[in-house]
């Protein structure tokens, strides 16, 4: 098996980036560590604190954030950091070359039960045009990134992540503490009738939404053998689609605040929809490609839909058309 690295070098990653991919790495590698010792390492429970998205921070959120905050402003290639957990940009270095977007811990309701959870990471080239420590850094479309990832913590812990060529898979070998590859291209399968989406939120969903999961749920017989799978994480639902296919979806609704959906366009949908596409699948926002858009602010949220083609496509057919 061969070591990230040398992988790296063979798709001709730049010096500079790798380096910076091996910072990213590290902290991920300490955050694996104490997921790994739990209770033990004092990290479950809830803080009396709320991010910016109005959530109660967990304990392990937080050390994360400050995990990642703190390796990355010491890496001289990055110009400046975003975070779910922070509410505006965080000036590194302004002669670095790189801005670094990540949510630190996705799928926070599952640390207290050893559910699953992951780190999500995206990298993009600083802009020259705006200060180097604005939120307007960060105001660019998914197709500029160079770099996406996360890095799962499980039974095992794995990395996911593209530069720009295809989507591989390493696994973190505990033996010599780096990341083996243990697929060398990942890919979404055409069409698979599993699905990841939370029910409860059928009630708040628009009629054409409803009406979609009416009838993959009780009257079309192509959805007879149809399957929820639910991680309550999107970075591990995710990780199920490029490992054997399907689709995630979570849906605009009509409650205040949640009109733009839920998940944030920086920091998760555009590096997993990266991932995605370079997997062979596609990521949409109403019916649209999520690497297309151009955010208008740090956390903004938007509707996805991504997974096998053939599930996405059904979707927007009948919920846009």
């Not at 559910?115 to 020259?128: A, C, E």
Request: aromatic content about 8%.
């Amino acid at each position: 098996m061969q070591r990230l690295i040398p992988v790296l070098k063979k798709d001709a990653v730049e010096t500079e980036l790798i380096m910076l991919i091996r910072t990213i790495l590290a902290a991920c590698k300490e955050i694996a560590f104490r997921v790994s010792q739990g209770e033990l390492a004092g990290v479950l429970g809830s803080t009396l604190d709320e991010n910016i998205q109005g959530e109660v921070q967990k304990k392990l959120d937080v050390i994360a954030n400050q995990l990642l905050k703190d390796m990355l402003l010491e890496e001289a290639s990055v110009a400046a950091i975003a975070s779910e957990e922070e509410d505006h940009a965080v000036a590194g270095n302004a002669k670095g070359h790189y801005i670094v977007a990540f949510d630190p811990l996705d799928g926070s309701s599952n640390i207290d039960v050893n559910g699953q959870i992951g780190t999500i990471f995206t990298i993009y080239r600083k802009r020259d045009d705006v200060p180097f420590d604005s939120d307007e850094q960060f105001l660019q479309v998914g197709e500029s990134q160079i770099c996406a990832g996360y890095v799962l913590y499980g039974a095992s812990t794995l990395l996911v992540m593209s530069t720009g060529g295809p989507t591989r898979c390493y696994t973190l070998d505990l033996t010599h503490g780096g990341f083996l590859l243990t697929k060398q291209q990942m890919q979404v399968a055409n069409t698979r009738n599993e699905f990841a989406v939370n029910m409860a939120n059928y009630r708040y969903w628009h009629a054409t939404v409803q009406h979609y999961f009416d009838q993959l749920l009780y009257a079309d017989e192509q959805f007879d053998k149809s399957a929820m799978r639910w991680n309550a994480a999107m970075v591990g639902d995710v990780h199920r689609i490029l490992t054997r296919g399907g689709v995630f979806m979570y849906p605009a609704d009509r409650r205040v605040g949640n009109e733009n959906g839920k998940i944030r366009l920086l920091y998760e949908a555009n590096p997993l929809a990266m991932l995605i596409e370079n997997a062979q699948g596609q990521a949409t926002t109403q019916g649209q490609r999520i690497m297309s858009i151009m955010p208008t602010n740090l956390h903004q949220r938007v509707p996805v839909i991504i997974g096998s083609p053939e599930q996405v496509k059904g979707f927007n057919q009948t919920v846009f058309e």
